[in-house]
């Protein structure tokens, strides 16, 4: 007998509902009862359906059909699926002062130390800083004549002099060449080759001198005369420097007593003008002193001792073992910048209150103290001042549970 099944899908948001099977009513050929259904006793599992006893798998259809997605992104059960994004700057490292935008290091424009120096004609600004040559003197290698002066690489002569200009000869005498002539003879004048010292007159061939203190009188006898002037008595023998003068026996500048307006110094006991007034020098050098000096910037160097060097940052001296950027192998100990033989590796013990230095060998006292020849024993503690050993707690009462501390004499 032939078998007609009918198989009802229905392809929605269920997957699947089942179905029925029909058989033709119809006896056989020998006029029997119709065959049993091939799927009556066959379960099929979800997803699948039973045609004519076997199980068939459901073709359901593609949700991600009609997705469309970003790019990089995938379509799962009809959702797009994108990955994190990355950051391009995650493993960008930049250098100080710049900063990664989209993966690249984008840094400031460097700075130009010379951008606001203006420096003299003939000089080169150099890290902020006017560099100048040595000036080159014209006249090195110009030579002049007798009376002739070089100035500015050329020699300068004086006009000629007339030799009569100032002479004054007697009546019918004539000057030629500085020298009276006379026709007939003169007497002769005793002091015409006769030359005196200041304040002092050649009378009939002989120097007469005046007495300058002759006439002069001095108000007190702690004062004498001398070439005129009353002096102090405490000032005879002293001789002061040029602006300065002798006041009871000492010293002092003339303008020591002066104050003069603003744009003026003092130069000699007078008001003069100044030459730096608003000069204003600073070679943005913290280790160096900036001074104005007769127009001009000098920038000086600062000088730290043995073992020490100018920090920029702050213009101070710092040991030059602090910014090593080294460290010394053991048994060497750093010293004025450099890696030295450490003296103490070499087993030498120091007595109680001193310690040893490394660079000398030698052991050093620790405190005022042990520079007498005695060590304070705890709790005894060095007074530098006194030089003697003391307890800054023996009166010292603190509140429990607090307690002295021997060191610092604070309740701890």
Do not use: H
């Amino acid at each position: 007998m032939k078998k007609f099944v009918v198989v009802c899908i229905v392809l929605t948001v269920m997957l699947w509902t089942g179905c029925d099977t029909m058989q033709p009513s119809s006896s056989g050929r020998n006029g029997g009862e119709s065959e049993p259904s091939t799927c009556e006793n066959i379960a099929c599992k979800e997803g699948y359906e039973c045609v004519e006893g076997e199980c068939i798998e459901l073709t359901l259809p593609d949700p991600c059909k009609d997705v469309e997605c970003d790019a990089g992104c995938v379509c799962t059960d009809g959702t797009c699926e994108c990955p994190e994004p990355v950051d391009p700057c995650k493993n960008v490292e930049c250098d100080a002062g710049c900063e990664c935008n989209e993966g690249t290091c984008e840094c400031p424009e460097p700075v130009n130390p010379c951008e606001d120096v203006e420096c003299d004609e003939g000089c080169v600004c150099n890290d902020g800083t006017c560099e100048c040559p040595d000036p080159v003197d014209p006249c090195e290698a110009v030579e002049c004549g007798e009376g002739c002066t070089c100035i500015e690489g050329t020699c300068e002569c004086p006009d000629p002099v007339d030799p009569c200009e100032d002479v004054e000869c007697d009546e019918g005498c004539e000057c030629t060449e500085g020298l009276c002539i006379c026709p007939d003879p003169l007497p002769v004048n005793s002091c015409e080759n006769v030359e005196c010292e200041e304040d002092c007159a050649c009378v009939d061939g002989e120097c007469i001198c005046l007495d300058p203190c002759e006439e002069t009188e001095c108000s007190s006898d702690d004062f004498i005369c001398i070439d005129g002037m009353c002096v102090s008595i405490a000032c005879v023998n002293i001789e002061c420097e040029l602006g300065s003068v002798c006041v009871e026996g000492v010293c002092i500048d003339r303008c020591f007593w002066i104050t003069c307006p603003e744009g003026t110094l003092c130069e000699t006991g007078a008001c003069e003008p100044d030459p730096c007034f608003e000069v204003e020098c600073d070679d943005l050098n913290l280790c160096t002193t900036d001074e104005c000096m007769g127009e001009e910037c000098v920038f000086t160097d600062v000088v730290c001792d043995t073992g020490y060097e100018c920090d920029n940052t702050d213009g101070q001296c710092i040991d030059m073992c602090l910014n090593a950027p080294f460290v010394c192998d053991l048994g060497f100990v750093c010293f004025e910048g450099e890696c030295v033989e450490d003296l103490c590796m070499l087993g030498l013990t120091c007595n109680p209150g001193f310690t040893c230095n490394s660079v000398t060998g030698i052991c050093d006292p620790d405190d005022a103290c042990a520079v007498d020849g005695f060590v304070c024993i705890p709790p005894l503690v060095c007074d530098e001042v006194a030089v003697e050993c003391i307890d800054l707690c023996e009166d010292v009462i603190c509140i429990l549970p607090e307690v002295c501390d021997w060191v610092t004499g604070d309740c701890i």
